[in-house]
């Protein structure tokens, strides 16, 4: 659907991005990781036809959007990381002017609305001005605005960004519910984030693909094995090592004594899902009693600073 | 076409929102009424047709006014609110969105003129004077209005700033260089007077007053007003659509 070929671009003679090229199919909600300065908005800028690339292409359905931007822009939503709104004007007031730039007719932005308040979740809020409205509402309707002309492809720029835990829970929903027969690009800072609602993750680092793929792919490339838990058991800490140590598919062991007095605990690098599959049975068979197997939750940071060193 | 009068039309309610068009018309409305009472009126008796023409003189510069605070503002806020990204991710082409900006800052220019009519109509308690004479000098000050207008929004496209506070001081900035423009095309004129030909007769074409307004004033219609007006108004939208396009792009 989207096809991003050696797409470089210089701010006088800096490299923002270096021969960057990546797909994106329909359904599919795309993670954009990088530190600041990546690269990310600049491609989202690209992608979204507020910047031309200085060398590469974007071919959106094979059209290039340099070729044609009005056709293109006519099929992408865009949200920045602050929503541009019109804060004067009421919520529905706003959403029609914005379907109707995007080429709807009134009539057509009318059948649509409902769609849009219920995906975007701002029933009960269409008549009110939206500079009375709280941050995450104002997110929302950001979104709507992004999604009124029901693009193929809409991109949105740190969407969490600002929102409290609630607001966040609510947003990871309107997100799923976008990728229904369109492509989502999210870029965020909060890894946890992106892990939790892209189906593929792109990290960007010095304008360059550091790597691509899901969160276990990646953890792959940055060599950690295909599995790495905290294993809490009651116990003793050297018993609970030795154990580990001896078990065959276990990588690494790495001791993390437990707070609580009589418990165990290390995280531990398994060789693939059979090892974990057969881990608490055999630990539990050793005497163990186990209280807690978990996932680091530091998990995709790590990798993440583990693939931006290797590019770097 | 279509995308033009969608940004006209929010501009307009933007300003009839918000107190900002509220005030502007209170102002020019106020100082255009004092003055037409204090200095076209006068104390002593006089024709009509003089008071009219001085009506029409004092419209020129009060339009003008108008014409750089309706606009210095247009497309700084875009940028200092950020919402410009709604206008260039949307098929809009930058022509669409000066042109956008242009009728609906001349639909205002239009309502505060009509809203002056009370002044010329004063004139007819004690006095007469040609219904032409008042529609050709409303004409000419329609044409000074898109002129104002349009230099204001050459102006207000020259800055951009993502900061909201940044973008305020630009707007005054943007009509500071609109209101320099504006002083000097009318500067022409004096300097036309100081000048031989045959730099004088070009000079006094290109002055924003007297050749080309004086008729206006006086109730007579010529062509190379309406030509000289629209050229210019022509000029600065183009130039505003150009800066537009090298932000767009920058």
């Not at chain 2, 309706?70 to 940028?79: A, D, P, Q, R």
């Amino acid at each position: 659907m989207i096809e991003v070929i050696n797409l470089t671009r210089y701010y006088g003679s800096f490299a923002a991005l270096e021969g960057l090229s990546f797909s994106i199919d329909q359904g599919q909600i795309i993670g954009l990781l990088g530190l600041n300065g990546a690269g990310k908005s600049t491609t989202l800028k690209i992608l979204a036809g507020l910047l031309t690339p200085s060398e590469g292409t974007v071919r959106f359905n094979g059209v290039d959007i340099t070729e044609n931007p009005d056709s293109v822009r006519a099929q992408i939503g865009f949200l920045p990381e602050d929503p541009p709104l019109y804060r004067d004007m009421t919520v529905v007031a706003f959403l029609k002017h914005i379907g109707q730039l995007k080429g709807m007719s009134a009539k057509q932005v009318k059948a649509r609305l409902p769609e849009v308040i219920e995906l975007a979740q701002l029933k009960g809020r269409e008549n009110q001005v939206i500079g009375t409205l709280s941050h995450g509402y104002r997110k929302r309707v950001g979104i709507a605005q992004a999604v009124i002309h029901d693009p193929k492809l809409v991109i949105l720029d740190e969407p969490i960004s600002g929102l409290d835990p609630k607001q966040i829970v609510g947003m990871r929903e309107v997100i799923r519910g976008l990728a229904k027969g369109r492509a989502v690009i999210v870029s965020s800072h909060i890894l946890s984030e992106i892990s939790q609602t892209a189906d593929r993750i792109l990290v960007i680092n010095d304008g360059k693909l550091a790597a691509e793929g899901t969160e276990a792919e990646l953890a792959s490339k940055a060599g950690r094995g295909d599995q790495r838990v905290i294993l809490t058991v009651k116990g003793d800490q050297a018993a609970l090592n030795k154990f580990l140590e001896e078990k065959p598919g276990v990588l690494t062991v790495t001791p993390r004594p437990s707070k609580r007095a009589g418990f165990a605990a290390a995280i531990v690098d398994l060789k693939d899902d059979s090892v974990r599959d057969s881990l608490v049975h055999d630990v539990v068979r050793a005497g163990f009693v186990v209280w807690l197997l978990e996932a680091p939750e530091d998990e995709l940071e790590e990798i993440f600073l583990g693939l931006t060193k290797e590019v770097a | 076409m279509r995308n033009a009068l969608l940004i006209a039309r929010r501009d307009l309610s933007a300003y009839l929102n918000g107190y900002v068009g509220y005030v502007i018309f209170f102002l020019i409305l106020l100082g255009e009424g004092l003055f037409f009472n204090f200095f076209a009126l006068g104390n002593g008796a006089q024709y009509s047709h003089d008071v009219l023409q001085g009506f029409f003189e004092l419209a020129f510069g009060f339009t003008i006014a108008a014409g750089i605070f309706l606009t210095m503002f247009s497309i700084t806020t875009e940028f200092g609110q950020r919402t410009d990204v709604l206008l260039t991710t949307s098929p809009v082409r930058d022509h669409e969105i000066i042109a956008g900006k242009y009728i609906a800052a001349m639909s205002m220019i239009t309502l505060l003129t009509v809203l002056s009519i009370y002044m010329p109509a004063l004139i007819f308690v004690n006095g007469k004077v040609s219904l032409s004479h008042i529609g050709v000098g409303y004409v000419g000050v329609l044409c000074v209005g898109s002129v104002a207008v349009s230099i204001g929004i050459f102006g207000s496209s020259l800055f951009r700033s993502d900061a909201m506070w940044i973008s305020a001081l630009t707007s005054l900035l943007a009509g500071l260089i609109a209101a320099f423009l504006i002083f000097a095309f009318i500067l022409l004129w004096w300097i036309a007077q100081k000048t031989d030909p045959p730099f004088a007769p070009i000079l006094e074409y290109a002055a924003l007053f007297d050749q080309q307004y004086q008729p206006f004033m006086e109730g007579r219609l010529r062509s190379t007003g309406l030509v000289f007006y629209g050229s210019l108004s022509f000029v600065f939208l183009t130039l505003a659509t150009r800066m537009l396009s090298m932000r767009r792009w920058s």
